[in-house]
């Protein structure tokens, strides 16, 4: 298995500039703890009270301090950009990390986002196929004409291609059985969000994997995001943790995040979304989403509202000295990406 963290969106009253030094932080810690991935999500609009650092400047920033791991975008909100823009910033991207780019991709649902760059939100999916089509053809082609409903492309070369051969993978979001099995049409791999309930993979990883048949592709493996906090016990990562995580969920509901309901108490959402414990317990749990749904590469939210920023380091550098090692030594490889 592969490990990794994610950044995401954080207070409006920090300071960005003491920001961008504490993602650094939290980077150099992954990278010297056996992890080997860094992720960024993607957001527009996101104020008053919270902000976020985009993606690809974001992960632009942290490739040349942490040389050799994977960066990914989780999710890149594609519908809303221009493709061949895209296509030249992943390029540049995949070539400043050594190869190690992983573009994730997703429709988006936030009304504000949509309407704020003047896109309709029903078109959503099919900008998103045709930016797909677009970009890889980008990657791998010397010249590109292309003529759909919502972009254009006469003769268009990019320099420089992307380092990775053929391309970079593509990881795409979805959160509806319904939109899991549209995703080996158009990308390498899903993922499986945060949100997702043990109950809703447990419906989707069949779909998902007879899809990839029906594509002529072989299951390798999934991608899963989670939320993480580790600490000497259970009750303690509980309580530092409830408050934070009930009053995100709600945000989810009251935005219209799709997929399944998000307006629980949090005994109810820690169950089948949060792994949360001791380190032993959270081997244990880490373990039985590799047993049960093939689990192969997962990533982590490991801050909160509120967390003393040192433990959120700690957490880190725990995770991965007291978990990651035991569970190489029970995965010692790993088919993805």
């Not at 309901?261 to 081997?283: H, N, T």
Request: aromatic content about 12%; hydrophobic content about 40%.
């Amino acid at each position: 298995m592969r490990f990794g963290i994610e950044f995401g969106s954080y207070p409006t009253a920090l300071d960005p500039v003491e920001v961008c030094r504490e993602v650094s932080r939290r980077a150099q810690v992954a990278y010297k703890n056996n992890f080997e991935a860094l992720f960024v999500a993607q957001h527009y609009a996101t104020g008053p009270d919270s902000a976020i650092l985009q993606s690809l400047p974001l992960l632009s920033y942290l490739a040349g301090q942490v040389p050799g791991m994977y960066l990914g975008t989780s999710i890149f909100l594609l519908p809303l950009h221009p493709p061949l823009m895209v296509a030249e910033y992943t390029s540049t991207l995949d070539n400043l990390s050594g190869g190690k780019f992983l573009f994730g991709v997703g429709q988006g649902y936030r009304e504000v986002e949509f309407n704020s760059f003047g896109i309709e939100k029903r078109h959503r999916k099919d900008r998103l196929v045709e930016a797909l089509e677009i970009i890889q053809r980008l990657w791998t082609e010397d010249q590109v004409t292309f003529h759909g409903r919502f972009f254009q492309l006469d003769g268009v070369t990019i320099a420089p291609k992307p380092l990775q051969r053929p391309r970079p993978p593509i990881l795409m979001g979805a959160d509806t059985v319904k939109t899991v099995a549209k995703v080996p049409a158009v990308a390498d791999h899903w993922i499986a969000s945060r949100r997702h309930s043990k109950g809703f993979l447990r419906e989707a990883a069949p779909v998902y994997k007879a899809a990839l048949e029906q594509n002529g592709k072989q299951f390798k493996g999934l991608f899963i995001f989670r939320d993480l906090c580790i600490a000497d016990s259970l009750k303690e990562a509980e309580n530092r943790v409830r408050g934070a995580y009930e009053q995100r969920y709600q945000r989810y509901q009251k935005e219209g995040q799709p997929g399944e309901r998000y307006d629980l108490p949090f005994d109810e959402l820690k169950q089948d979304r949060l792994i949360l414990g001791s380190p032993a317990e959270v081997v244990d749990q880490v373990m039985a989403y590799h047993e049960e749904f093939g689990a192969e590469f997962m990533w982590f939210m490991v801050d909160w509202p509120g967390m003393d920023p040192q433990f959120t380091l700690e957490s880190i550098q725990r995770f991965g000295e007291e978990v990651i090692p035991q569970i190489k030594r029970a995965t010692p490889s790993c088919s993805v990406p």
